[in-house]
């Protein structure tokens, strides 16, 4: 029915309306009457013991309504900020947990760690403020060096985790995976370094609260992803507020990239603060405190072997890895580097045997977490440099070794070594497409053309897999999750025939007010510009997990799914009894209830409309009104997947690197919005070229101090620095949920970063460079180049 | 120490008291209520706040309120002719999903439209790219924000905006 609005259409964004007038509603653009505002003081120090703070001077400074220091919070018995993933190590036992207090007491640990709060008539005031408080620190030896954080004589940082050792965890069997590798014909070993990143969503985090004191109610708006696991966070763990007192509203929000899931401490204290100051607080973060303190990504030292056979078949891979969890453990650090990093580690392929070994340590550092791609793009960063270097060490083509290793499409559902059970999935036309698109087969001739240049050409595959739409609930309870993870949807019809759909998703850029409508535009044949979705308050969204990690259309788009089934179910009734037809008899076509081989048709609108005025109703057997919920629980994981192919100019000159052409073909299962599918393999790719090329979150070693920690110094990817793509898709659909879709936030993002890196290498294999640390930037490049050369 | 500063914004005459280091930007949001125009970096590096002074795309976390006593000002906000009738360049992002979380929009729109005009409605790929320097967008990657004003750009000239 609705092709131009249903399933599979470009449909043009309901969002971008009031996002292209500037009347989009963050955060920080709330009005709030005689509102107050706060300001953090941070610690300028990596590791320091406080030794004393005085806010007298700062009290008495114009404006100051209230100050509040690390001990006002302990003596108030906050909680502190928990870690929601129980991972348990080779031994069986628990992750070493130490405090992570919403305010330091008496030790800083990170720059960044805050030590006071400042709230004031106005914000410059409160920063006014903020310098006259006197701290006395007495500074300790500061560890930020992730290679050298579990060495013995490394400063300690928790006396919870002696040696900085969060835990020492391993999958799989390493007897079994040393006997392959002692029968391998070939071994390519290889170390890596994951680059730490820092997320910079374009709007900073921020958070504004309110009490009511008539009603002991709680108001946060938040920065949030998940509005609901922040408020459950905050009133079971953290701050005790009832459930039921506390409103947390996540409006628009701009960009998240796994960021804004955390509970963090800012919006912790604004929340706490705003009862005892009687007013309204709001507290947006400068860009320099969004680089210090929201929750970093990737930072992995990595030792990987991969055994082949003579013909190039893998025979196993060893991986042996260092995590940085920073200076305090956040939400779901945990489970990044290891259920979402060494199940992913089979890539594409029917590698038979696979040993992970992950530590993860602590380091005088801000916290790292989940960012877009969480642990499955250090596991592709993994997998496909290691191949691509085999390939060349065997002199294979990287295409040709990829497909001999793919799993076919026959043997699916595939059972992994390391946990997983993929779905679906069909890889080889998705290399083959890819190869097409980039024209590999005239690359040599592009190549040799480049070189007449002076400049050198490479090219490089990445072939990844993501796991996504994280579920079902049980195992991840068996993994060590504190959540479940399903999703909800209420879909609610207006007397008028109007519709609300309410979800537990929340959109920060994706762009669910449309995907959604579409869905339900679709399926119920309402007209799309009658369908408004709604998210991101709980007080009017039900319970529901929110939006990270490729979920929202995979778990919450099938929820919404179960609840237009449950319309339709409920319709049918209805129309049944208008019709004076058995409800077997009454099929929905196109948004209208008919009896098969009649004339009799009842629109789903007049349906709506009785079940509002039930004046000629089936009341004895069916509740007025349409207002049907539903929670979908996922019964596996998604496993979308595809392949890279970059293709780089290296100047040897200046070690630039120019991305000339760049391919991405993915399968994402059915797609509902194509539009929009693109637009998300787009932002990914270029945060992945970013990691490749640009970014990178650096700690000065002698003093703890972030180096990069401004847009001045931590080198974003702009416009210039990256071409237009080509994207294609091959469609499996995923066999176990409603739609038959996967997700496709994160692609971009995982893959990206090994295709650029083996093109790189490609680049410079011709000069004798081996390896180029990542990012690789000029510098990087240049070194490597001149290294090889002596 | 307050100042009295007055300007036209969107057309309008306003006027309010600021203090000396008070921004544009802050002028504009925070005392005229006008949060179209965002704030994203403190180092005047993101062009989230760009905003067109007498006809020209500046940064308005970079220039004090003061110093736009007496000019013109267009804000995000005024750049549609109406609600049902946007500019030409607003309607090439809404074709060509330029645009995602949307924070980072009234700022590249703004450019936007000030690069359009400057190189006389005539761009292509690379001098679209070079001229973004100075506006970051951490979600869409680019690609289709380079269309829309490649798109935009014919569309403007016919329509004389």
């Not at chain 1, 992995?300 to 060893?318: I, P, Q, S």
């Not at chain 1, 319709?571 to 208008?578: F, P, T």
């Not at chain 1, 294999?765 to 990542?774: D, E, I, L, Q, S």
């Amino acid at each position: 029915m609705t092709s131009e609005t249903g399933i599979g259409a470009r449909v043009k964004r309901k969002e971008d309306q009031r996002f292209l007038t500037g009347t989009g509603r963050y955060v920080d653009d709330l009005p709030l009457a005689r509102a107050t505002y706060a300001y953090f003081l941070r610690s300028p120090h990596a590791h320091a013991r406080i030794k004393s703070i005085d806010v007298s001077a700062a009290k008495a400074s114009p404006g100051v309504v209230e100050i509040f220091t690390g001990k006002d919070v302990a003596d108030a018995k906050v909680g502190g900020l928990i870690c929601g993933w129980v991972v348990k190590d080779k031994h069986g036992q628990p992750h070493k947990s130490p405090p992570h207090p919403v305010m330091a007491v008496d030790t800083v640990r990170y720059v960044g760690d805050s030590v006071a709060m400042i709230i004031a008539n106005s914000y410059d005031e409160a920063k006014d403020a903020a310098e006259a408080i006197k701290i006395d620190y007495e500074v300790l030896p500061a560890n930020v060096d992730l290679a050298k954080a579990l060495a013995a004589g490394a400063p300690q940082i928790h006396a919870e985790a002696p040696g900085n050792l969060i835990y020492d965890w391993e999958l799989g069997v390493k007897a079994d995976v040393d006997a392959a590798f002692a029968k391998a014909a070939h071994v390519t070993k290889l170390d890596l370094v994951n680059n730490r990143l820092i997320p910079n969503a374009m709007e900073p985090r921020a958070a504004a609260a309110e009490y009511d004191k008539g009603t002991g109610q709680y108001t946060l708006w938040s920065t949030s992803q998940n509005p609901h696991v922040l408020r459950l966070i905050l009133s079971a763990f953290v701050l005790g507020i009832p459930e039921h007192k506390l409103r947390v509203v996540a409006p628009d929000v701009g960009g998240g990239f796994g960021s804004k899931i955390f509970c963090y401490a800012d919006e912790t204290m604004v929340c706490w603060a705003a009862s005892r100051v009687g007013r309204p607080i709001k507290w947006t973060a400068e860009r320099s405190e969004s680089f210090q303190t929201d929750c970093h990504g990737r930072d992995h030292v990595t030792h990987a072997e991969l055994a082949l056979d003579k013909d190039g078949k893998f025979l196993a891979l060893r991986v042996e890895t260092i995590a940085n969890m920073g200076a305090y453990l956040s939400t779901f650090s945990t489970a990044v580097p290891t259920y979402l990093y060494a199940t992913l580690l089979a890539g594409q392929y029917t590698t038979p045997l696979i040993y992970a070994n992950v530590k993860a340590a602590l380091t005088n550092t801000a916290p790292v977490d989940a960012y877009r791609g969480a642990g499955r793009p250090e596991a592709t960063f993994v997998i496909e440099s290691i191949v691509s270097k085999a390939a060349m060490e065997m002199k294979i083509d990287p295409a040709e070794l990829r497909r001999k290793n793919f799993i076919p499409s026959t043997a699916f559902p595939y059972q992994t070594p390391v946990a997983l059970q993929y779905d679906s999935g069909n890889y080889p036309p998705i290399i083959d497409e890819a190869i097409k698109i980039a024209d590999y087969k005239g690359f040599e001739g592009r190549r040799a053309e480049a070189k007449s240049r002076g400049k050198l050409r490479g090219i490089g595959f990445s072939s990844y897999i993501e796991a996504c739409g994280l579920g079902p609930s049980q195992v991840i309870g068996q993994l060590g999750g504190g959540v479940g993870q399903w999703e909800s949807a209420q879909i609610k019809f207006n007397p008028t025939g109007n519709v609300q759909v309410l979800t537990g998703s929340h959109s920060h850029g994706q762009g669910h007010e449309t995907t959604f409508a579409q869905l339900v535009s679709d399926r119920l044949g309402v007209p799309i510009d009658q369908i408004e979705v709604v998210h991101g308050d709980t007080a009017t969204t039900p319970f529901g997990m929110g939006t990270y990690g490729s979920r929202s259309l995979a778990v919450g788009g099938s929820a919404i799914m179960k609840a237009a089934d449950k319309v339709i179910a409920k319709g049918k009734r209805i129309a049944a009894h208008l019709m004076e037809a058995s409800v077997a008899d009454v099929v929905f076509e196109g948004g209208t209830f008919k009896v098969a081989g009649t004339d009799k048709a009842v629109p789903l609108g007049a349906a709506v409309f009785a079940a509002y005025v039930p004046h000629n109703y089936p009341l004895a057997e069916l509740e007025p009104g349409m207002d049907e919920n539903a929670f979908y629980d996922p019964s596996n994981f998604v496993y979308p997947a595809g392949t890279q192919i970059c293709e780089v100019e290296v100047d040897p000159d200046t070690g630039e690197v120019e991305i000339v052409s760049f391919t991405a073909v993915d399968d994402f299962g059915n797609i509902i919005n194509p539009m929009i599918v693109e637009g998300q393999v787009h932002g990914g790719i270029v945060q992945g070229v970013g990691q490749a090329l640009m970014e990178n979150a650096v700690y000065d070693e002698a003093t703890g101090q972030l180096v990069s920690g401004s847009y001045m110094d931590y080198t974003m990817p702009r416009a210039d620095d990256v071409p237009s793509f080509k994207v294609g898709y091959k469609v499996t659909p995923c066999p176990h949920n409603p739609l038959g879709v996967k997700g496709c936030g994160e692609a971009g993002a995982i893959a990206a970063p090994a295709a650029v890196m083996n093109a790189v290498h490609d680049a410079l294999a011709p000069v004798g460079v081996g390896h180029v640390p990542m990012p690789a930037t000029p510098l990087n490049v240049w070194q490597a180049i001149h290294g090889a050369a002596k | 120490m307050t100042i009295n500063v007055a300007m036209t914004v969107n057309g309008k005459a306003v006027s309010g008291k600021v203090e000396a280091r008070t921004l544009l930007v802050q002028f504009l949001r925070e005392h005229l209520g006008m949060t179209g125009t965002h704030v994203g970096c403190d180092t005047s590096q993101c062009g989230a706040c760009v905003v067109h002074v007498d006809g020209k795309s500046i940064k308005s976390c970079t220039l004090l309120a003061v110093q736009a006593e007496g000019t013109k000002v267009l804000t995000i906000e005024g750049v549609a002719e109406s609600a049902e009738k946007l500019h030409p360049m607003q309607e090439a992002f809404r074709e060509n999903h330029a645009l995602q979380c949307g924070f980072c929009t009234p700022g590249m729109v703004m450019s936007a439209i000030d690069m359009v005009k400057r190189h006389n409605y005539q761009l292509d790929e690379t001098t679209v790219r070079r001229e973004l320097e100075g506006n970051l967008c951490r979600c869409t990657g680019y690609h289709n924000i380079v269309k829309a004003i490649l798109a935009a750009a014919p569309a403007m000239k016919s329509a004389g905006v």
